[in-house]
């Protein structure tokens, strides 16, 4: 198979799989949780959209093409796990485990006070 199409299967197959026997949806929400904390994943969406053209010649790429071409694909696979949880109407409530669940609210806490401290900053101009 061609290189450059064999990476376009793994997001073929991240759709296909969801009819196997043992495909469980709230294994891969877990699994992609438990391996791409938040500020991970804002790292990598912002290595996606930053423009290669518009980097400078001696600028460094942060992230790698073949991590950020995993990390696309597993976010993918996490798009179509909540499809197919949303779709069966599967509870999502216990999706995370306590090592994950404490990250995720550490990570809201810490965002929450962030937003708190701009919103009652009178610098800031909270009408646009």
């Keep these: 198979m061609n290189p450059n199409y064999s990476k376009f299967l793994s997001f073929d197959l991240a759709l296909y799989e969801i009819h196997d026997d043992g495909y469980d949806p709230l294994k891969t929400i877990g699994t992609f949780w438990s391996k791409y904390p938040m500020q991970v994943i804002c790292d990598y969406l912002i290595e996606l959209q930053t423009d ?30 909540y499809l197919i949880a949303h779709y069966k109407e599967i509870d999502l409530s216990k999706i995370l485990s306590s090592p994950v669940r404490a990250i995720v609210k550490e990570e809201l806490e810490t965002s929450k006070k962030v937003y708190d401290f701009f919103q009652n900053s009178p610098q800031i101009d909270k009408s646009t």
């Design 52 to 81: 290669l053209k518009l980097r400078s010649p001696n600028a460094e790429q942060k992230i790698d093409d073949e991590q950020l071409y995993a990390f696309s694909t597993d976010l993918y696979r996490v798009l179509v796990a």
